[in-house]
């Protein structure tokens, strides 16, 4: 009998603290903020990303103990209650930013953008956004191809949490009562800390195997929530007496500065490196003390922290967006006013959101005092809403995307005279001064359509594709490096086809053609290239030897070294007088690598305006040209094409340059094609 009172006693202690806790708001204040700035001006906060999980760890924390509580008062968790009380305190307002992504997809977007930004909404809409990211391995730290929802993988892993976690607890209390009975709630902590450690470890483990996966999976993430969780169900965990608390939580938020200072995007993250801030969160939860001004619970409870964490979840949706669609509108800026006036305008959104929208849904009478399927019908209208704008949206953007992916082909195939790098020749074609092709808005559309082709980022295995002739006595030539060489790849298969060459390919991102040793965003991705280096190297030596080799490779390639230029040209020409098997080797000078995507630009602005100058987007001396000198390879160099004394033109001839920052639209560098084939056809003859 006492063995039942003391285990019941010891699960009403499950039930502290069920009052409200206003530090929590001061720590979803700094959650927030963490992010929002880090999204804002990434290179003051390199680590900001970790706010996200500061959420998971509170969120853990806050359901575990609701839903402990529940078990401990009935024995049963009422789950269509608790479903339906987090849809209408978390759908309504993710909804309206949902509808907000859609119409600006329409209205701000290029064109080029539409079918991911619709795709993601979708996935955002059905809360699987995370495992859509991870399915195409994007890499949410990284710059570039950008959604207006990719925010959204993290509310799509806290639903998933939501759904997932009240059936593990009712099922770990059930089988403790069948089988373990007044010890039922030591194996449902048992199991919460078992489940907890299996992902973890997991997550150590696929975050060294693949991290731009493992950033959005379900289960890397669950042991936050756990972590949380684990000090919902072991109050004793808290500290007693005011030095201690005031030492663990202002030491957790220290910590959590400094992680928020010190990780990068090169932080295997969400591995051991998220122990830091995860444990730092746990320390400041669990530290409330509000009984003097010095107190942790006081400096975390005051109405600027807790108004921040009352907003913090609209603020959170809006950010993103908003800074995603920012740089098309026409009539704003990229300044520091304009980026601050956004950043103020983001508080502003939020809390109307929270007060109109969020607030009123979450207490509105039609639906608390009714069943939660009524809540369930109108979630179900909700979705289908949002499913029925998307439909609409791509049924208006489709036809133009069509029209200007044909309108494109067309120019293409018979392209008008003295057209983009044609003009290298020295001729002039008027009726161009004022043509852009591929149009701004279907410029980051005009992208190699060969991805089987391309080896990512944390890729070893070598892929060679091979194109052009199948005749065994044809030429045999092959493109080599890395997303600078990817960008010829169209004009080189154009090349085979029309003189006869049989093509292999070997392309891998980032990971240039040199023995030198190549540095990246992390460890992952340079254990990647060094085994890709090798296996090409293998490759090559097995391979019938080639007529000619043409390789490209990004002229700020990260190498390891105290003069990185010169040992990325000692490792060129290594690789190239080692590996190439006496083939004659062609190269190209490196494009600029300009600071933003000038596409944004050129959709406001004309072409001339959007031009930059010379000395910040060329490098001061490119390694592939040093290389070529050292070993006699043909070197090719547009840079006059691409610039004058001054500046850098986006648009040279008619021609859209790039279809990012650094990156050339297939249109443009297959008006490069020419010149690239004629010097490919004088190494063959050698």
């Not at 999204?39 to 103990?65: E, K, N, Q």
């Not at 600027?304 to 908003?322: A, E, K, N």
């Amino acid at each position: 009998m006492s063995t039942t009172r003391a285990a019941e006693r010891k699960a009403a202690r499950i039930a502290e603290p069920a009052h409200f806790q206003p530090h929590i708001q001061g720590l979803r204040a700094i959650a927030v903020l963490l992010v929002v700035v880090y999204h804002f001006w990434p290179g003051r906060l390199s680590g900001g990303y970790i706010g996200v999980d500061i959420f998971f760890v509170i969120s853990g924390y806050l359901i575990t103990g609701q839903l402990a509580r529940e078990l401990h008062r009935s024995g049963r968790i009422a789950l269509p209650a608790f479903w339906a009380k987090r849809a209408r305190r978390l759908l309504p307002a993710a909804l309206v930013v949902l509808i907000f992504a859609t119409v600006a997809t329409l209205v701000f977007l290029p064109l080029s953008g539409m079918v991911a930004s619709l795709r993601e909404i979708l996935a955002a809409t059905f809360y699987v956004e995370n495992w859509a990211l991870a399915a195409s391995s994007v890499d949410y730290l990284a710059a570039g191809d950008e959604t207006m929802v990719q925010h959204y993988w993290s509310l799509s892993l806290e639903e998933q949490f939501y759904i997932f976690w009240p059936l593990l607890l009712l099922g770990a209390v059930w089988l403790g009562a069948k089988y373990f009975a007044e010890r039922k709630w030591t194996f449902l902590l048992a199991v919460v800390v078992g489940v907890s450690i299996l992902s973890l470890v997991t997550s150590v483990v696929y975050t060294a195997t693949n991290p731009a996966e493992a950033y959005f999976v379900t289960f890397t993430r669950i042991w936050e929530f756990g972590v949380g969780a684990i000090l919902a169900l072991l109050p004793r965990l808290r500290p007693r007496g005011a030095v201690f608390t005031n030492i663990l939580g202002f030491g957790g938020v220290f910590v959590i500065l400094a992680c928020s200072y010190l990780y990068d995007a090169s932080t295997p993250f969400p591995g051991y490196a998220a122990l830091l801030p995860v444990l730092a969160t746990a320390a400041v939860l669990v530290s409330d003390r509000r009984e003097g001004w010095f107190d942790i619970g006081t400096a975390l409870s005051g109405r600027p922290q807790r108004f921040v964490g009352d907003i913090s979840y609209s603020l959170y949706l809006w950010h993103w967006p908003l800074i995603v669609i920012a740089p098309y509108v026409p009539w704003w800026g990229l300044s520091t006013a304009h980026r601050l006036a956004l950043f103020a305008a983001c508080f502003v959104l939020a809390w109307l959101t929270a007060k109109l929208v969020e607030d009123p849904a979450r207490t509105w009478t039609y639906l608390t005092t009714r069943r939660p399927r009524t809540t369930y019908a109108w979630v179900v209208g909700s979705m289908a809403l949002s499913v029925v704008l998307v439909a609409g949206v791509f049924a208006i953007q489709n036809p133009r995307y069509e029209a200007a992916a044909t309108e494109l082909a067309q120019i293409t195939e018979n392209p008008p005279e003295c057209f983009g790098a044609a003009v290298s020749e020295g001729c002039a074609n008027p009726e161009l001064a004022d043509v852009i092709i591929p149009s701004p808005g279907f410029g980051n559309a005009d992208e190699p359509d060969r991805d089987e082709c391309f080896v990512q980022l944390n890729g070893s295995e070598v892929v060679a594709c091979e194109f052009g002739s199948s005749d065994t006595a044809a030429p045999r030539v092959a493109l080599i490096g890395d997303s600078h060489a990817y960008q010829y790849i169209e004009a080189m298969i154009d090349l085979a086809d029309t003189n006869g060459w049989a093509l292999t390919t070997y392309l891998k991102g980032a990971c240039p053609w040199t023995t030198a040793d190549v540095s990246g965003p992390s460890a992952v991705f340079t254990d990647s290239c060094a085994q890709f280096r090798s296996n090409l190297a293998d490759e090559l030596d097995e391979a019938e030897p080639y007529d000619a080799i043409f390789t490209a490779g990004l002229a700020a390639t990260p190498i390891v070294a105290d003069d990185p230029v010169e040992a990325a040209a000692a490792g060129y020409a290594e690789a190239w007088t080692t590996q190439a098997g006496g083939a004659p080797v062609v190269t190209i000078v490196d494009n600029p690598d300009l600071l933003d995507d000038p596409n944004k630009c050129l959709r406001t602005s004309d072409a001339a305006d959007c031009a930059v100058d010379r000395d910040d987007v060329l490098a001061e001396t490119d390694p592939l040209a040093l290389a070529a000198e050292q070993t006699g390879a043909t070197l090719l160099d547009f840079t006059d094409t691409f610039c004058s004394a001054d500046e850098c033109a986006v648009v040279i001839s008619g021609a859209n340059v790039y279809r990012d920052q650094d990156h050339l639209t297939v249109t443009f560098a297959g008006t490069m094609a020419p010149y690239i084939g004629d010097a490919l056809e004088a190494a063959i003859s050698r």
